[in-house]
Antibody, heavy 117, light 110 residues
Framework: QVQLQESGPGLVEPSGTLSLTCAVS?????????WSWVRQPPGKGLEWIGE???????NYNPSLKSRVTISVDRSKNQFSLKLSSVTAADTAVYYC??????????WGQGILVTVSP | EIVLTLSPGTLSLSPGERATLSCRAS???????LAWYQQKPGQAPRLLIY???NRATGIPDRFIGSGSGTDFSLTISRLEPEDFAVYYC???????????FGLGTKLEIK
């Protein structure tokens, strides 16, 4: 079973760039499936950020597209998220995930990122 | 963009009772593209049901998904103590945002 682990700074300054990495174990990132980032503000619902295929193809949520970049590093079996020009509204738990059959099958444990001076 | 509305917002029941959660879509959803998740405090969501009625690996058969068109439901036939959590429905769209979620139903112990 695929396992995912997010890592990165837990605190980002306003107007800065949030950068997170997701390490994949128990499977290859080059498998025939997509990999997603999803976030959840404290006490609120889930928002899909975007996804990437091992070849580098991406799809993004239009509400975040201008600020988001998702990339993949097949040599390290990991993928990454960058979100620029962050504000307090970007404070959330960020999950990396493995996409399944039109669903999100496996999730990392999540990492809380707070945007604050 | 399709909007998913879950109801009720909060459902208070006792262990052993039957729970029915509703997910209504603002437009028709292909039944292949409707999923349900369970989330407990401090944990990541867990996939329960995909394709409207297919249980994910390791999900007990007391979790039953059904529906079509704009109306979908998740039934928990006999509540166990570990079932009290927040539940989300999700639909997959043909254009971004590919995955959209409803706001969630909190299932709490009465």
């Amino acid at each position: 079973q695929v396992q995912l682990q997010e890592s990165g700074p837990g605190l980002v300054e306003p107007s800065g760039t949030l950068s997170l990495t997701c390490a994949v174990s128990g499977g290859s990132i080059s498998n025939d499936n997509w990999w997603s980032w999803v976030r959840q503000p404290p006490g609120k619902g889930l928002e899909w950020i975007g996804e990437i295929y091992h070849s580098g193809g991406t799809n993004y949520n239009p509400s975040l597209k201008s600020r988001v970049t998702i990339s993949v590093d097949r040599s390290k079996n990991q993928f990454s998220l960058k979100l620029s020009s962050v504000t307090a509204a970007d404070t959330a738990v960020y999950y990396c995930a493995y996409n399944g059959y039109y669903s999100i099958d496996y999730w990392g444990q999540g990492i809380l990122v707070t945007v604050s001076p | 963009e399709i909007v998913l509305t879950l109801s009720p917002g909060t459902l208070s029941l006792s262990p052993g009772e039957r729970a029915t959660l509703s997910c209504r879509a603002s437009q028709t959803v292909d039944s292949t593209y409707l999923a349900w998740y369970q989330q407990k405090p401090g944990q990541a969501p867990r996939l329960l049901i995909y394709g409207t009625s297919n249980r994910a690996t390791g999900i007990p058969d007391r979790f039953i998904g059904s529906g079509s068109g704009t109306d979908f439901s998740l039934t928990i036939s006999r509540l166990e103590p570990e079932d009290f959590a927040v539940y989300y429905c999700q639909q997959y769209g043909r254009s971004p945002p590919l995955y959209t979620f409803g706001l969630g139903t909190k299932l709490e112990i009465k």
